[in-house]
């Protein structure tokens, strides 16, 4: 592992991700639109309107919200995506990335590198699920490899027992176990709890990571 990235590498690293989301957002189809993403349950749209919810909502509201849920983060999140899809246009999902490119919104913890996995992560939840190949870029990608920290598990059900996760394009891996083989990006998305399309891991644990 190398030096920690200092702030302003993290901010332009963001800004250029959701800048290019953005774009690659606004080529989608319609029928692209409605199609399952990664994150059970949600279409394409659900997950890009959750990704700039932390921009268009206040604490205040976020708070009520999650009042209203009875205290379950998943179930605010849930509410609050399907709701704004159904209230936002296609272009205006994908407008709102690009025009708080640079908000300074950070998840509850894990601080700025945390903001960037959960534009890059979500921005995979589309591409992968519709078999789009956007590379992450490996700057961005090496920031986020770097942070994969344990104590967030529990947050996004990743289970890596026994498991070593060996990237094959990057000079990366974590864990220990049976090694598990992919791009680094397809390894990222391991680590934030996502079940992959058959084909893009190798090993002898494979089943436990890839979608039914």
Same mark, same amino acid.
């Given at each position: 592992?190398?030096?920690?990235?200092?702030?302003?590498?993290?901010?332009?690293?963001?800004?250029?991700?959701?800048?290019?989301?953005?774009?690659?957002?606004?080529?989608?189809?319609?029928?692209?639109?409605?199609?399952?993403?990664?994150?059970?349950?949600?279409?394409?749209?659900?997950?890009?309107?959750?990704?700039?919810?932390?921009?268009?909502?206040?604490?205040?509201?976020? &708070? $009520?919200?999650? !009042?209203?849920? %009875?205290?379950?983060?998943?179930?605010? =999140? @849930?509410?609050?995506?399907? +709701?704004?899809? *159904?209230?936002?246009?296609?272009?205006?999902?994908?407008?709102?990335?690009?025009?708080?490119?640079?908000?300074?919104?950070?998840?509850?913890?894990?601080?700025?590198?945390?903001?960037?996995?959960?534009?890059?992560?979500?921005?995979?939840?589309?591409?992968?699920?519709?078999?789009?190949?956007?590379?992450?870029?490996?700057?961005?990608?090496?920031? &986020? $490899?770097?942070? !994969?920290?344990? %104590?967030?598990?529990?947050?996004?059900? =990743? @289970?890596?027992?026994?498991? +070593?996760?060996? *990237?094959?394009?990057?000079?990366?891996?974590?864990?220990?176990?049976?090694?598990?083989?992919?791009?680094?990006?397809?390894?990222?998305?391991?680590?934030?709890?996502?079940?992959?399309?058959?084909?893009?891991?190798?090993?002898?644990?494979?089943?436990?990571?890839?979608?039914?």
């Amino acid at each position: 592992m190398g030096k920690a990235p200092d702030t302003a590498t993290i901010t332009t690293a963001i800004a250029a991700e959701r800048r290019e989301l953005a774009d690659f957002f606004e080529a989608l189809t319609p029928a692209q639109w409605d199609a399952p993403s990664l994150c059970a349950g949600w279409r394409v749209r659900e997950v890009v309107a959750h990704m700039s919810m932390g921009f268009r909502h206040r604490t205040g509201q976020v &708070l $009520l919200e999650l !009042v209203k849920a %009875r205290g379950s983060l998943h179930r605010m =999140t @849930d509410r609050l995506a399907r +709701r704004d899809a *159904a209230a936002h246009s296609d272009a205006a999902l994908a407008a709102f990335l690009r025009t708080h490119a640079h908000h300074p919104w950070k998840p509850p913890v894990g601080g700025l590198a945390a903001a960037l996995g959960h534009d890059v992560v979500h921005g995979l939840d589309v591409t992968v699920a519709l078999g789009l190949d956007r590379e992450v870029p490996e700057d961005r990608l090496r920031i &986020l $490899l770097d942070a !994969v920290d344990p %104590r967030a598990f529990q947050v996004f059900g =990743t @289970d890596l027992t026994g498991v +070593r996760l060996c *990237a094959d394009d990057v000079d990366w891996s974590f864990g220990s176990g049976a090694p598990l083989y992919g791009r680094g990006q397809d390894l990222l998305l391991v680590a934030y709890g996502r079940s992959l399309p058959a084909g893009r891991l190798r090993g002898d644990e494979v089943h436990r990571f890839v979608t039914a």
